[in-house]
C-alpha cells in the first residue's frame, strides 16, 4: 500500500506503514514548526493527515498538545458495564485515528531527516524488518516502536525466574505478572512433558522448565511472538527442555500438563498486540477448550488462566465459562486466584475503574471427566 502527496510542486509516494492496518490517508499536508496545535487538531479530525517536515521535538510536542486536545472518555450514568465499556473503546479508536495523522517519514536507510531526529534504525528493524524502509508511518507509531525498543534492551524483570524477559514490538510485554506467580506456585502433576499454548514472550514456558519439566513445548500463531519466545528461551539457558513452535493453539501429540493464558476480553483488537488481550467471541479460548480433551493424557491437567475482567464487565458471564468447560468434557479440581497490582486498580479516572478494581485473575486446574 502507498501514500501519495504533492510537495514542492511535485507529485511523491512512499510506501505507507501501518500496525493496524489503516488505510493510506487521501489528503496528506505539508507541516512544520509554524503549525499550531489548534490547527493541527483541527486539520486531523476532518481525515487530513500532516506529513511533518520540521524540528523532531517540536513533532512530538505538537502531538502531546494535540493528545490533549482529544475529549476525554464520559462516563454515562444510565449505561451499564458493558455499554461503558464499548463506548471506551470507541473513544480509543477516535483518539488513535486522529492522533494517527501526525506523519514522519524514512528514508531508505529508516532514518528520519528531521532537526534533532534520533537513530530509530535498531527499532524500526526490529518492529517491521530491516526492508520496510523508505516508508511513511505515524508518529505515534513510531514512538511506539522506539518505546518497545527500550523495553526489548532493558528488559522485565520476573521474580519467578529471577531473570528478565525482553518482550518483542508487538508482543505482550510480562508487566502484569500476577498470572506468572500463579503458575510457579501451582502444584505441578506428575509429567514429564507440558504445553504452553499461545506463548507470547515464552515467559511461561520457562516457568515451567525452570520448575523442573523436562520437555515443554510453547505454540504462537504469530511470527513476532515465536521469533520473541525463542530468544527469551535461549537466553534463559532452557532450550534444551523447551522448543518453541508456530501453530494455531495445539502441537501434535499430547502433554501431562497443558497450560494456557488466553485473550480474556471477547471483542475486536485493533492492532496486533491487541491480540493477546481481545479475542472476538472468545474464539482462542473455545478453540483450545473444545480440542484440550485430544491433547491431554489419560490422567493429565490443565491450567487455564484468565481474567474476570470481561464477567465484571457484562461481556460473558461466569455460567458461559462453566459451561464451556462441561461441554467440553471437562470438571475443575481446583482454583487459585489473585488481584491485579497494575497501576489502573487505583486509577478512579479510569472510566472502567469499578470493574478493573474488583478483576481477579485465576488458575482453573482441569482434569478430563
Known amino acids: 500500500m502507498s501514500i501519495t502527496w504533492v510537495e514542492d510542486g511535485s507529485a511523491r509516494t512512499s510506501r505507507w506503514q501501518s500496525e493496524n492496518g489503516a488505510p493510506a490517508p487521501r489528503a496528506v499536508r ?4 509554524s503549525t499550531t496545535a489548534d490547527v493541527a487538531y483541527k486539520l486531523a479530525t476532518i481525515g487530513e493527515a500532516l506529513l511533518w517536515r520540521g524540528d523532531y521535538n517540536n513533532a512530538r510536542q505538537l502531538l502531546s498538545a494535540m493528545t490533549r486536545r482529544v475529549p476525554p472518555a464520559k462516563r454515562s450514568l444510565d449505561a451499564s458495564p458493558a455499554e461503558q465499556f464499548h463506548l471506551h473503546r470507541q473513544n480509543q479508536a477516535r483518539r488513535a485515528r486522529v492522533l494517527g495523522m501526525l506523519l514522519v517519514e524514512l528514508d531508505s536507510s529508516a532514518r528520519l531527516d528531521l532537526g534533532r531526529a534520533p537513530d530509530v534504525q535498531a527499532a524500526v528493524s526490529e518492529a517491521i524488518g530491516p526492508d520496510a524502509a523508505p516508508c511513511v508511518l505515524s ?7 522506539v518505546g518497545a525498543h527500550e523495553w526489548r534492551r ?18 505482550f510485554s510480562p508487566i502484569r ?4 506467580q ?28 525452570r520448575r523442573g519439566v523436562s520437555s515443554v513445548v510453547a505454540t504462537d500463531k504469530d511470527p513476532r511472538a515465536v521469533a520473541c519466545a525463542r530468544e527469551n528461551i535461549d537466553a534463559l539457558g532452557c532450550t534444551d527442555r523447551v522448543e518453541v513452535v508456530q501453530t ?39 478453540s483450545f477448550l473444545s480440542r484440550l480433551g485430544g491433547h491431554l493424557t489419560p490422567n493429565g491437567e490443565a491450567w487455564l488462566v484468565l ?9 460473558v458471564t461466569r455460567a458461559d465459562l462453566l459451561g464451556a468447560f462441561a461441554a467440553a468434557g471437562l470438571v475443575v479440581v481446583d482454583r487459585s486466584d489473585t488481584t491485579p497490582t497494575h497501576s489502573r486498580v487505583t486509577d478512579s479516572s479510569d472510566v472502567l475503574h469499578e470493574a478493573r478494581s474488583r478483576e481477579t485473575t485465576s488458575l482453573w486446574r482441569l482434569h478430563r471427566r
Open 177 to 180: 505478572g500476577e498470572y506468572i
Open 248 to 286: 494455531d493453539i495445539f502441537p501434535t501429540g499430547r502433554a501431562g500438563l497443558i497450560v494456557c493464558n488466553p485473550p480474556w476480553i471477547p471483542t475486536k483488537p485493533t492492532s496486533g498486540i491487541e491480540h493477546a488481550v481481545y479475542d472476538p467471541g472468545s474464539r482462542m479460548l473455545k
Open 182 to 209: 500463579l503458575v510457579a506456585d501451582a502444584p505441578l502433576p506428575p509429567t514429564d512433558r507440558a504445553f504452553d499454548i499461545g506463548t507470547g514472550s515464552g515467559v511461561l514456558a520457562a516457568v515451567l522448565a
Open 154 to 171: 532493558k528488559g522485565v524483570f520476573v521474580p519467578a525466574l529471577d531473570a528478565s524477559i525482553h518482550p518483542h514490538y508487538g508482543v
Open 139 to 145: 508518529l505515534r507509531e513510531l514512538l511506539g516502536m
Open 30 to 33: 505539508i507541516v512544520d514548526d
Open 307 to 315: 481474567s474476570d475482567l470481561a464477567e465484571l464487565l457484562g461481556l
